[in-house]
Protein backbone atom coordinates (compact mmCIF):
# COMPACT_ATOMS: atom_id res chain seq x y z
CA UNK A 1 0.00 0.00 0.00
CA UNK A 2 1.26 3.41 -0.94
CA UNK A 3 1.19 6.55 1.50
CA UNK A 4 2.51 9.02 -1.05
CA UNK A 5 1.78 8.98 -4.50
CA UNK A 6 2.77 11.37 -7.17
CA UNK A 7 0.66 11.54 -10.61
CA UNK A 8 2.51 13.97 -13.43
CA UNK A 9 3.34 16.58 -11.19
CA UNK A 10 5.32 19.27 -13.01
CA UNK A 11 6.19 22.88 -11.51
CA UNK A 12 7.00 26.01 -13.34
CA UNK A 13 8.94 29.05 -12.54
CA UNK A 14 7.90 31.34 -15.15
CA UNK A 15 9.19 29.64 -18.57
CA UNK A 16 11.53 27.52 -16.14
CA UNK A 17 10.16 23.98 -15.61
CA UNK A 18 12.10 22.84 -12.55
CA UNK A 19 10.15 19.44 -12.35
CA UNK A 20 8.44 17.84 -15.48
CA UNK A 21 5.75 15.52 -15.70
CA UNK A 22 6.66 13.58 -12.69
CA UNK A 23 5.04 10.25 -11.05
CA UNK A 24 5.97 7.79 -8.17
CA UNK A 25 4.72 5.70 -5.71
CA UNK A 26 6.24 5.21 -2.11
CA UNK A 27 5.54 2.23 -0.37
CA UNK A 28 3.87 2.84 3.13
CA UNK A 29 6.94 1.63 6.36
CA UNK A 30 9.63 1.81 3.47
CA UNK A 31 12.75 3.83 2.65
CA UNK A 32 12.56 5.41 -0.59
CA UNK A 33 15.58 7.41 -2.57
CA UNK A 34 15.58 10.15 -4.31
CA UNK A 35 18.82 11.33 -6.14
CA UNK A 36 20.24 13.18 -9.30
CA UNK A 37 22.67 15.29 -10.59
CA UNK A 38 22.46 19.01 -8.91
CA UNK A 39 19.77 20.81 -10.32
CA UNK A 40 17.76 17.76 -11.16
CA UNK A 41 14.55 18.95 -9.01
CA UNK A 42 14.96 16.91 -6.21
CA UNK A 43 14.42 19.76 -3.27
CA UNK A 44 11.34 21.29 -5.23
CA UNK A 45 9.93 17.95 -5.02
CA UNK A 46 10.42 18.34 -1.21
CA UNK A 47 8.89 22.01 -1.33
CA UNK A 48 5.74 20.54 -3.66
CA UNK A 49 5.20 17.92 -1.06
CA UNK A 50 5.26 19.97 1.92
CA UNK A 51 3.40 22.81 0.45
CA UNK A 52 6.16 25.03 0.38
CA UNK A 53 5.69 25.39 -3.59
CA UNK A 54 2.06 24.79 -5.31
CA UNK A 55 2.01 22.35 -7.90
CA UNK A 56 1.54 23.76 -11.37
CA UNK A 57 -0.28 20.80 -12.85
CA UNK A 58 -0.25 16.90 -11.72
CA UNK A 59 -1.53 15.66 -8.22
CA UNK A 60 0.00 14.87 -4.70
CA UNK A 61 -1.75 12.31 -2.94
CA UNK A 62 -0.80 11.59 0.94
CA UNK A 63 -2.75 8.68 2.26
CA UNK A 64 -5.27 8.85 -0.86
CA UNK A 65 -5.76 12.21 0.22
CA UNK A 66 -5.16 15.22 -2.22
CA UNK A 67 -2.54 17.91 -0.53
CA UNK A 68 -1.59 19.75 -3.84
CA UNK A 69 -3.19 22.98 -2.38
CA UNK A 70 -2.74 22.86 1.05
CA UNK A 71 -0.33 25.27 3.44
CA UNK A 72 2.48 23.61 5.00
CA UNK A 73 1.28 23.87 8.83
CA UNK A 74 -1.80 21.58 7.20
CA UNK A 75 0.62 19.13 5.45
CA UNK A 76 2.73 18.88 9.19
CA UNK A 77 -0.77 18.14 11.02
CA UNK A 78 -1.85 15.32 8.16
CA UNK A 79 2.00 13.89 9.37
CA UNK A 80 4.64 14.88 6.75
CA UNK A 81 7.55 16.44 8.80
CA UNK A 82 11.29 17.45 6.91
CA UNK A 83 14.13 18.23 7.42
CA UNK A 84 16.32 20.81 4.84
CA UNK A 85 19.56 20.85 2.98
CA UNK A 86 20.86 23.85 4.97
CA UNK A 87 20.62 22.99 8.53
CA UNK A 88 17.24 25.44 10.04
CA UNK A 89 17.52 25.10 14.00
CA UNK A 90 16.98 27.39 17.13
CA UNK A 91 21.23 28.39 16.87
CA UNK A 92 20.98 30.27 20.47
CA UNK A 93 18.39 27.45 21.91
CA UNK A 94 20.01 24.23 23.87
CA UNK A 95 19.87 20.65 22.33
CA UNK A 96 17.13 19.77 24.60
CA UNK A 97 15.11 22.90 24.07
CA UNK A 98 15.27 22.83 20.15
CA UNK A 99 13.82 19.19 20.77
CA UNK A 100 11.01 20.49 23.29
CA UNK A 101 9.80 23.44 21.38
CA UNK A 102 8.97 20.51 18.50
CA UNK A 103 7.21 18.20 21.43
CA UNK A 104 5.09 21.00 22.38
CA UNK A 105 3.57 20.43 18.96
CA UNK A 106 1.62 17.74 20.43
CA UNK A 107 0.39 19.62 23.75
CA UNK A 108 -2.86 18.38 24.44
CA UNK A 109 -3.66 21.38 27.02
CA UNK A 110 -5.47 24.35 26.94
CA UNK A 111 -4.26 28.27 27.11
CA UNK A 112 -6.48 28.12 30.16
CA UNK A 113 -4.79 25.15 31.75
CA UNK A 114 -1.10 26.70 30.65
CA UNK A 115 -2.40 29.44 32.60
CA UNK A 116 -3.20 27.80 36.33
CA UNK A 117 -0.25 25.19 35.46
CA UNK A 118 -1.65 22.37 37.26
CA UNK A 119 -2.96 19.42 37.35
CA UNK A 120 -3.69 18.44 33.15
CA UNK A 121 -0.94 20.93 32.28
CA UNK A 122 1.61 19.46 34.89
CA UNK A 123 1.02 16.12 33.28
CA UNK A 124 1.60 17.05 29.98
CA UNK A 125 4.52 18.72 30.34
CA UNK A 126 5.88 15.61 32.30
CA UNK A 127 5.39 13.92 29.38
CA UNK A 128 6.97 16.32 26.84
CA UNK A 129 9.79 16.36 28.95
CA UNK A 130 10.20 12.90 28.79
CA UNK A 131 9.68 12.72 25.42
CA UNK A 132 12.41 15.03 24.18
CA UNK A 133 14.86 13.42 26.71
CA UNK A 134 13.89 9.57 24.66
CA UNK A 135 14.24 11.52 21.60
CA UNK A 136 17.93 12.66 22.73
CA UNK A 137 19.02 9.09 23.88
CA UNK A 138 17.78 7.94 20.96
CA UNK A 139 19.80 10.13 18.52
CA UNK A 140 22.76 10.36 20.93
CA UNK A 141 22.85 14.10 22.14
CA UNK A 142 22.46 13.22 25.90
CA UNK A 143 25.61 14.17 26.82
CA UNK A 144 24.96 17.11 24.64
CA UNK A 145 21.59 18.33 26.47
CA UNK A 146 22.85 21.82 27.22
CA UNK A 147 24.85 23.08 24.90
CA UNK A 148 23.79 25.76 22.56
CA UNK A 149 22.63 23.99 18.87
CA UNK A 150 24.57 26.25 17.02
CA UNK A 151 28.16 24.97 18.96
CA UNK A 152 27.31 21.44 18.07
CA UNK A 153 29.38 19.87 15.95
CA UNK A 154 27.99 19.65 11.94
CA UNK A 155 27.17 16.02 12.04
CA UNK A 156 25.48 16.18 15.70
CA UNK A 157 23.50 19.16 14.39
CA UNK A 158 22.24 17.11 11.71
CA UNK A 159 20.95 14.72 14.01
CA UNK A 160 19.14 17.46 16.38
CA UNK A 161 17.20 18.79 13.02
CA UNK A 162 15.87 15.23 12.71
CA UNK A 163 15.14 14.42 16.06
CA UNK A 164 13.18 17.82 16.26
CA UNK A 165 11.06 16.51 13.17
CA UNK A 166 10.65 13.11 14.82
CA UNK A 167 9.10 15.06 17.84
CA UNK A 168 5.84 15.63 15.72
CA UNK A 169 5.18 12.13 15.41
CA UNK A 170 5.33 11.91 11.78
CA UNK A 171 4.26 9.06 9.20
CA UNK A 172 6.01 10.70 6.28
CA UNK A 173 9.31 11.88 6.75
CA UNK A 174 12.06 13.37 4.10
CA UNK A 175 15.69 14.22 4.98
CA UNK A 176 16.67 16.46 2.29
CA UNK A 177 20.41 15.50 2.09
CA UNK A 178 21.26 14.42 5.63
CA UNK A 179 24.54 13.04 5.57
CA UNK A 180 26.39 16.50 3.70
CA UNK A 181 29.07 17.45 5.40
CA UNK A 182 29.35 14.16 7.05
CA UNK A 183 32.57 11.71 7.05
CA UNK A 184 32.42 8.10 6.01
CA UNK A 185 31.96 6.57 9.69
CA UNK A 186 29.46 9.60 10.06
CA UNK A 187 27.66 8.34 7.09
CA UNK A 188 27.66 4.98 7.92
CA UNK A 189 26.71 5.85 11.51
CA UNK A 190 23.35 7.48 10.04
CA UNK A 191 22.93 4.82 7.66
CA UNK A 192 21.86 2.23 10.61
CA UNK A 193 20.46 5.11 12.31
CA UNK A 194 17.72 5.71 9.69
CA UNK A 195 16.79 2.31 9.31
CA UNK A 196 16.31 1.97 13.16
CA UNK A 197 14.19 5.40 12.84
CA UNK A 198 12.09 3.39 10.50
CA UNK A 199 11.71 0.40 12.48
CA UNK A 200 11.06 2.39 15.92
CA UNK A 201 9.09 4.76 14.77
CA UNK A 202 6.63 2.82 12.42
CA UNK A 203 7.21 5.42 9.32
CA UNK A 204 8.22 5.78 5.88
CA UNK A 205 11.44 7.73 4.97
CA UNK A 206 12.40 9.39 1.57
CA UNK A 207 15.74 10.72 1.73
CA UNK A 208 17.49 12.66 -0.29
CA UNK A 209 20.97 11.85 -1.25
CA UNK A 210 24.40 12.17 -3.06
CA UNK A 211 26.15 9.57 -0.78
CA UNK A 212 25.74 6.96 -3.17
CA UNK A 213 26.89 4.72 0.22
CA UNK A 214 24.11 5.96 2.26
CA UNK A 215 21.23 5.67 -0.67
CA UNK A 216 22.25 1.95 -2.01
CA UNK A 217 22.59 0.69 2.01
CA UNK A 218 19.32 1.76 3.31
CA UNK A 219 16.78 2.20 0.25
CA UNK A 220 14.28 -0.52 -1.12
CA UNK A 221 13.54 1.66 -4.17
CA UNK A 222 14.70 4.46 -5.54
CA UNK A 223 14.27 7.15 -7.95
CA UNK A 224 16.44 9.35 -10.78
CA UNK A 225 16.05 12.59 -11.66
CA UNK A 226 17.54 14.69 -14.09
CA UNK A 227 16.91 18.11 -15.27
CA UNK A 228 13.19 17.98 -13.84
CA UNK A 229 12.32 14.80 -15.33
CA UNK A 230 12.06 11.19 -13.90
CA UNK A 231 15.02 9.05 -15.60
CA UNK A 232 15.06 5.32 -14.02
CA UNK A 233 13.55 3.72 -11.51
CA UNK A 234 14.07 0.58 -9.13
CA UNK A 235 16.43 -1.21 -6.77
CA UNK A 236 19.71 -0.45 -5.93
CA UNK A 237 21.04 -2.93 -8.15
CA UNK A 238 19.15 -1.81 -11.30
CA UNK A 239 19.49 2.04 -10.83
CA UNK A 240 23.28 1.22 -10.16
CA UNK A 241 23.39 -0.53 -13.16
CA UNK A 242 21.32 1.45 -15.90
CA UNK A 243 22.64 3.10 -18.73
CA UNK A 244 20.93 6.45 -18.90
CA UNK A 245 21.76 6.63 -14.64
CA UNK A 246 25.42 6.34 -15.38
CA UNK A 247 25.61 8.53 -18.21
CA UNK A 248 23.43 11.32 -16.10
CA UNK A 249 26.24 11.01 -13.29
CA UNK A 250 28.90 10.75 -15.75
CA UNK A 251 28.66 11.70 -18.77
CA UNK A 252 29.80 11.05 -21.64
CA UNK A 253 33.34 12.58 -21.77
CA UNK A 254 33.89 14.09 -18.75
CA UNK A 255 33.05 13.49 -14.73
CA UNK A 256 30.80 16.19 -13.46
CA UNK A 257 30.97 15.60 -9.59
CA UNK A 258 28.09 15.91 -8.08
Known amino acids: MN??????VTK????????????FEVEKDSIF????PNGAGKTTIFNLITGIYKVTEGQILFENKDINRLEPYRVAEMGITRTF????????????????????????YSILDSIIRFGRFKKEEQGL????????????LEDRKDVV??????????????????????????????????????????MELIKGIRDR??????VIEHHMDLIMGVCEKIVVLNFGNKLAEGSAAQVQSNPKVIEAYLGEEEVVVC
Open 3 to 8: ILKLEN
Open 12 to 23: QFGGLTAVGNVS
Open 33 to 36: GLIG
Open 85 to 108: QNIRLFKKLTTYDNILTACHYNAG
Open 129 to 140: FEQARELMSIMG
Open 149 to 190: AGNLPYGLQRRLEIARALALKPKLLLLDEPAAGMNPDETLKL
Open 201 to 206: FNLTVV
